[in-house]
């Protein structure tokens, strides 16, 4: 036989089974008409004739079918036929095909998107060469209030020199800087790094090179590498900026680099340095010769080939032991070098959620399958009588259980694919709400080892539940299911059902439980009393370079403030080194109250601000005075504490006139006067007192600058016009970050609202299949119990009795769910303990609530089947007896 | 009326192509063919004669074709191809392999 000819029959069988049907249909008229002939000319007259003919024939149907049967594709034709019937039966019950459906993507939508941030954060190596290899150095000062302090030039030269386990050791420090010479001004937020930074981190440039150890020699010239988004925005992708000269600071410098658009410094969430930095420039190679107590280093070692983890981790902490007993001055809490996996450490915080997570969620797929698998069985409860009556005319077992397992793939098919698109869907929707500290989610893609995955999800589920229904397939007894006399309820099956229904109710109430003490912490977080109020405040700042002495810089910033006090809407005034919630490195030490060193110095958080600054953002005097212009380089020193320190350093006595040095030599050149005490403001931490805190006026100081302006409209309509005050005063200054201050403590709620989000979303996905698990078993149970109904309405039953014989069957299976639910959540409540703020684990309106709406779910889920239990005419449902 | 005999598995497709060899016949000619042939002993119902002569015609052993009838009527009638012939003569001897063997098994059984 001929391929073609195979081809083209299989070819006219499947998609113009028309015309060879017309053509078949023809040929068997042709021969019964000659059969007809045939009978006649050895005759019979015309009637009987035919009448013997069509006998002889044997039904023409049946001929075509069996014709049928023999072409090329018939199994494929038939499991065309299975698939548009069972498309015809999803369009005819389209309640069931979108509960079916919805459930499905539900569960392979969040396992999409979840799973794609798992692989990203915990199986894909960092985007360096050889990632397991690089590790991330810090001093452990839990003690003095920062778990994961930076280490000083000195420190990062003792690990250079004795540590042989290490190939190399780099350093970054995020800064800020000016950039001029060829555009506009700009101020760029900036790594200053060592020259081996990017060698050890293994990150290659795009364009140009990285930093060489001749950039960072006595007397180089300055070279810069920008980032790909500065090159983009500054140059328009312009490839021959490497090699040309800019102003830096005020100095000449040199682009010589490109990073590559992907990529991001990916330091622990808590090192303080964005991933995204705008660019580079190096330190001097004097960098290991500065002061032992200046820390500000974040580093990255780079261990040797076939080092392990905790042997480099002895070797740092030997190297701190080693160094603390040369460097007396060191106290005691300070010595604690620590180590870990870059990677490890980045993910620290996220892998027990992540993988809570994805525990969560392969749950939901769990639950989503056997959902839909007992959604199936239901239906085929339903159509027990169907089936048996197929069987009867003739279809074959195995047809039944083709057509179950089209269904199933079908509805896996549209499921799989609704969910790969709910899946992205969701995974942009957490990608844009994302926290800062999760800046690694921005890169995550569905890639192809989560479609792999979730192919596989979705095949799996597919077969899961294709297999349900044929169990009562298989239980459907010909004349028993012709004559519905089946009415015992599948007790074994029945209880296993029920249980994990109740199962599902008490994990969606457990989650909604949850959800709501999530969304209360958030609310008592936007709530709190921070010390301060920000709202109808415009904030940016300003980086004032070359005005020489602190007088002039004074005289500036005094005018600015003057001007920008002057502008209509303005009602206060200040400045400040560091705004709340802000990204620049935290500003802090120790502070001395006598002569001497002092290894338990306790520390506390400096701010420079301005006279008006206190005042402008609301904070509260308890006792003394504000800063005044007065307060500059010209007069004494003073300070304002918080009550914090005032309790701690002065208890029971006034504060005002008490002395504090932030120098451990005390003396009058460095000791400061306290003329103020303003109430704890938090700035760093919503739900912690964090440091104490000291204010020093910013005309005794100089710091860079943020200034903030309270208005009585809307804050964003002021920049303009603060703009044109800048300009006025210096056309060459660089105004960077104006924002509505408020944004500060939007993003820095972040991770919070991010929390919230995610066992939210959790929450209404736990709903939604508890609804779907209800509805299915009742629906499935209804279904059996249709003849005992029928009875009982024929006997007299009201439709609001048999509305409550079903509602009861939900009812028990929420009972159940909710008093195993409440147990969960209240056993959960200890684990989320830590992660509640101005809300306790029992708190008794979260529970009421959420049992509330578990209960209005599933006693919705039961009404239709009861209605439609109700609804059923008797006669229908026992004239098949 | 003849006594009529189940056919032997395959042996239809033989029958068809036999009934084909002298001259191409619509479905009815080749069912009226084979009951003549063998004296009524096999009579071909449509249910099986149809299936047959499609599933010849995909193997390529016969070629279906529209022609006019003498009424004027169009009909399909089938003819045999080259393959066919070639198929008919190896069935052939198969049978007559076969025919042989079980003709020999009876009369040693009755002998």
């Known amino acids: ?881 | 009326m003849a006594r009529q005999t189940e056919l032997l598995k395959g042996t239809l497709d033989l029958l068809i192509l036999r009934s084909l060899e002298l001259e191409p016949r619509h479905g009815l000619g080749v069912a009226e063919r084979i009951e003549q042939v063998t004296r009524g002993t096999f009579i071909v119902k449509p249910g099986s004669l149809f299936p047959a002569l499609h599933r010849l015609e995909r193997q390529g052993f016969i070629d279906g074709e529209w022609i006019l009838s003498a009424a004027g009527k169009r009909a399909k009638s089938y003819r045999l191809t080259a393959a066919g012939k070639k198929q008919l003569s190896a069935e052939k001897k198969a049978w007559a392999r076969i025919a042989g063997a079980v003709g020999q098994m009876l009369e040693e059984q009755e002998g």
């Open chain 1, 1 to 881: 036989m001929s391929i073609r000819r195979t081809l083209g029959t299989l070819w006219q069988s499947l998609f113009r089974t028309s015309r060879l049907d017309r053509e078949l249909d023809e040929e068997l008229r042709g021969y019964l008409d000659d059969l007809i002939e045939k009978k006649i000319r050895a005759g019979a007259d015309r009637a009987s004739a035919r009448r013997a003919a069509m006998i002889e024939m044997g039904g023409m149907t049946q001929v075509k079918a069996e014709v049928r049967r023999v072409r090329p594709g018939a199994g494929i034709e038939a499991l065309w036929q299975d698939a548009r019937f069972t498309w015809r039966a999803l369009i005819r019950k389209p309640a069931f095909a979108a509960v079916t459906i919805i459930t499905f993507a539900l569960g392979i939508g969040t396992n999409t998107a979840i799973f794609s941030i798992v692989n990203s954060i915990l199986i894909q190596p960092l985007p360096y060469r050889d990632a397991s290899e690089l590790v991330s150095v810090w001093i452990d000062m839990t003690s003095a209030g920062f778990p994961k302090a930076p280490l000083s030039g000195p420190e990062l030269g003792d690990l250079r020199q004795r540590g042989t386990l290490f190939s190399s050791f780099g350093g970054v420090w995020p800064n800020s800087t000016t950039i001029t010479g060829d555009r506009e001004p700009e101020q760029l937020t900036i790594g200053r790094v060592t020259a081996n930074f990017f060698d050890t981190l293994g990150a290659p440039a795009f364009l140009g090179r990285t930093f060489e150890s001749n950039d960072e020699a006595q007397g180089a010239r300055l070279t810069v590498v920008l980032s790909y988004a500065t090159w983009q925005r500054r140059y328009g992708g312009d490839p021959s900026v490497v090699g040309r000269s800019v102003i830096v600071d005020g100095g000449p410098a040199t682009i010589i680099g490109v990073m590559p658009e992907d990529f991001r410094l990916l330091l622990p969430p808590d090192a303080g340095v964005p991933e995204n930095l705008e660019a580079f420039v190096p330190f001097g190679a004097r960098v290991v010769y500065g002061s032992r107590a200046t820390r500000f280093l974040r580093i990255v070692g780079r261990m040797k080939p076939g080092v392990t983890l905790d042997q480099a981790g002895q070797q740092i902490t030997q190297i701190g032991e080693a160094v603390t007993k040369e460097f007396t001055s060191y106290s005691r809490a300070s010595r604690l070098f620590t180590m870990a996996g870059l990677q490890s450490e980045g993910a620290k915080e996220l892998r027990p959620r992540l993988l809570a997570l994805l525990a969560g969620v392969a749950i939901l797929l769990l639950t989503a399958c056997l959902n839909v698998a007992s959604l199936l069985i239901a239906r085929a409860a339903s159509r027990t009588k169907e089936t048996a009556l197929r069987l009867a005319i003739g279809a074959s077992y195995r047809q039944i259980v083709r057509q179950c397992l089209v269904e199933g793939f079908i509805l896996s098919l549209i499921g799989g694919a609704a969910g790969i698109i709910f899946g992205e869907f969701s995974l942009r929707a957490l990608i844009t709400l994302r926290p800062e500290a999760l800046g690694r989610l921005a890169l995550v893609r569905i890639d192809t080892t989560v479609l792999v995955f979730t192919a596989a999800a979705a095949l799996l589920s597919g077969m899961l539940f294709s297999f349900a229904p044929m169990v009562e397939v298989f239980r459907t007894d010909l004349i028993e299911g012709l004559l519905d006399t089946r009415r015992r309820f599948g007790t074994v099956r029945y209880r296993a059902r029920a249980a994990l229904v109740v199962l599902q109710i008490a994990f969606g109430l457990m989650l909604l439980v949850g959800a709501g003490l999530m969304i209360r912490t958030f609310v008592s977080i936007q709530r709190l009393d921070t010390g301060y109020t920000i709202e109808r405040m415009l904030s940016f700042r300003v980086n004032v370079p070359g005005y020489g002495p602190i007088e002039t810089l004074n005289d500036f910033h005094r005018r600015l403030q003057t001007e920008l006090a002057a502008l209509r809407g303005v009602t206060g005034v200040g400045a400040v080194s560091h705004f709340p919630f802000d990204t620049i490195p935290n500003w802090g030490g120790p502070y001395y109250l006598k002569d001497g060193p002092d290894p338990s110095a306790p520390f506390a958080d400096f701010r420079a601000v301005s006279p008006g600054y206190l005042e402008t953002v609301g904070a509260r005097l308890k006792e003394g005075r504000f800063f005044r212009e007065a307060d500059d380089s010209s007069t004494q020193r003073v300070i304002i504490i918080d009550d914090l320190l005032a309790k701690r350093a002065f208890p029971g006595e006034n504060p005002i006139g008490k002395r504090i040095s932030l120098n451990p030599e005390f003396n009058r050149r460095n000791w400061m006067t306290v003329v103020g005490v303003v109430r704890h403001m938090r700035l760093r931490s919503f739900v912690e007192d964090l440091s104490e805190q000291i204010y020093l006026p910013i005309r005794q100081s100089t710091r860079p600058t943020s200034y903030v302006l309270r208005t009585t409209g809307d804050p964003a309509a002021l920049s303009g016009p603060v703009r044109d005050v800048i300009r006025k005063l210096d056309p060459q200054l660089p105004i960077y970050d104006m924002r509505p201050a408020e944004q500060y403590l939007v993003s820095a709620r972040s991770a919070q609202r991010f929390i919230m989000l995610l066992a939210t979303s959790f929450a209404v996905v736990a709903l939604m299949l508890a609804f779907v698990g209800v509805f299915g078993l009742v629906t499935y149970s209804v279904n059996i119990r249709r003849h005992e109904f029928g009875v009982r309405l024929v006997i007299g039953a009201r439709s609001r009795e048999i509305i409550g014989l079903v509602l009861h069957e939900g009812l028990v299976l929420l009972g159940a769910g909710l008093l195993l639910g409440v147990a969960g959540a209240a056993a959960l409540a200890g684990l989320l303990h830590n992660q509640l703020f101005g809300v306790t684990a029992f708190d008794f309106p979260t529970y009421a609530l959420a049992i509330v709406v578990i209960a209005i779910a599933a006693f919705t889920a039961s009404w239709f089947p009861a209605r439609r239990a109700s609804q059923s005419n008797p006669l229908d449902v026992l004239r098949t007896d």
